[in-house]
């Protein structure tokens, strides 16, 4: 069974940093592409960010471009997203996803909440 | 980016009666290998998203018939044959053709 695993989250004030991590259990890193989507609770989903693991190749949203970095390490199963410079309006679920299938985000951890606030 | 456009964003609708949900692209989800990477995926309340279609018509594993999703050009549509109690929940449509990829705005279904 394919299991994605969040965690980092927490209450952080604007301007700090912070860094979330996702591990997958049930599979192995390879060539997929996995992505971090966030959602303000109650509201839309936003793409923030996605690597292809094969190339390390990277995406960005324009509204954190500069902002936040994705990473992965095959060795570790595990995907991160470093988060600098944080704004009110990160605040969000933040869920990791994966494409087993091109274009797909198979399957979807249970989500970390980051908080920003003064 | 692509823009999604998604609708009804509320869907009332009676117990075993059928429910359709549309999104629209703002250009074309065919991607170069021919295939069109468009999703549909149910959120519970509380719960994390699960895909139920992928690349437009295809169920996921364990997703019940009543499921079902097709295209017209640039317009897709999911469909619930006979809604039923644990089909509440938000759904939404995204496509993975282009990077970013993108959402449409959700459809809350909820039973009359």
């Known amino acids: 069974e394919v299991r994605l695993v969040e965690s980092g989250g927490g209450l952080v004030q604007p301007g700090r940093s912070l860094r979330l991590s996702c591990t997958a259990f049930?599979?192995?890193?390879?060539?997929?592409?996995m992505h971090w989507v966030r959602q303000v609770p109650g509201k839309g989903l936003e793409w923030v960010s996605g690597?292809?693991?094969?190339?390390?190749?990277?995406g960005y949203a324009d509204s954190v471009k500069g902002r936040f970095t994705v990473s992965g390490d095959k060795a570790n199963n595990s995907l991160y997203l470093q988060m600098n410079s944080l704004r009110a309006e990160d605040t969000a679920l933040y869920f990791c996803?994966?494409?087993?299938?091109?274009?797909?985000?198979?399957?979807w951890g249970q989500g970390t909440l980051v908080t920003v606030s003064s | 980016d692509v823009v999604m456009t998604q609708s009804p964003l509320s869907l009332p609708v009676t117990l075993g009666q059928p429910a359709s949900i549309s999104c629209r692209s703002s250009?074309?989800?065919?991607?170069?290998?021919?295939?069109?990477?468009l999703n549909w995926f149910q959120q519970r309340p509380g719960q994390s998203p699960r895909r139920l279609i992928y690349?437009?018509?295809n169920r996921d594993s364990g997703v019940p018939d009543r499921f079902s999703g097709s295209k017209s050009g640039t317009d897709f549509t999911l469909k619930i044959s006979r809604v039923e109690a644990e089909d509440v929940g938000f759904y939404f449509c995204?496509?993975?053709?282009?990077?970013?990829?993108?959402f449409g705005q959700g459809t809350k279904l909820e039973i009359k």
């Open positions: 995204m496509q993975g053709t282009h990077w970013p990829y993108t």
């Open positions: 690597i292809y693991l094969k190339s390390d190749g990277t």
């Open positions: 049930g599979f192995t890193f390879h060539n997929h592409a």
């Open positions: 996803a994966i494409d087993i299938t091109p274009g797909g985000a198979d399957y």
């Open positions: 250009q074309s989800l065919v991607y170069s290998d021919g295939n069109t990477y």
């Open positions: 690349k437009v018509s």
